[in-house]
């Protein structure tokens, strides 16, 4: 019924950049907050970035460097990576936390993931 898709992985030198995209689809009632988690192999899932309509907080692992950023008409959430090091490498998952067009409460949706590589 509410479905995510990630785009904008890929491969990267150190010192690069990328843009992550994620879309919401669905019988979509209202999106409460949007947020990028990621995961490299070995580690637990690290929450990135966070937005909410009163603002956004970041890791402190990527302040300064990620932003977070959002198109309420597209539904969409962005997560701009700027001077990308070798340790952001994982998998970066879309999190949202959506209320359906049927429901009364909000729950928590997880997009399919999207690899960033980065390396020389």
């Known amino acids: 019924q509410v479905q995510l898709v990630e785009s904008g992985g890929g491969l990267v030198q150190p010192g690069g950049s990328l843009r992550l995209s994620c879309a919401a689809s669905?019988?979509?009632?209202?999106?409460?907050?949007m947020a990028w988690y990621r995961q490299a192999p070995g580690n637990q899932r690290e929450l990135v970035a966070h937005?909410?309509?009163?603002?956004?907080n970041y890791a402190d692992s990527v302040k300064g460097r990620f932003t977070i950023s959002a198109d309420n008409a597209k539904n969409t959430v962005y997560l701009e990576m700027n001077s990308l090091k070798p340790e952001d490498t994982a998998v970066y998952y879309c999190n949202a936390n959506i209320r359906d067009s049927g429901s009364f409460g909000g729950e928590d949706y997880w997009g399919q993931g999207t690899q960033v590589t980065v390396s020389s």
């Open positions: 669905g019988s979509i009632g209202a999106i409460y907050a």
């Open positions: 937005i909410f309509s009163s603002g956004t």
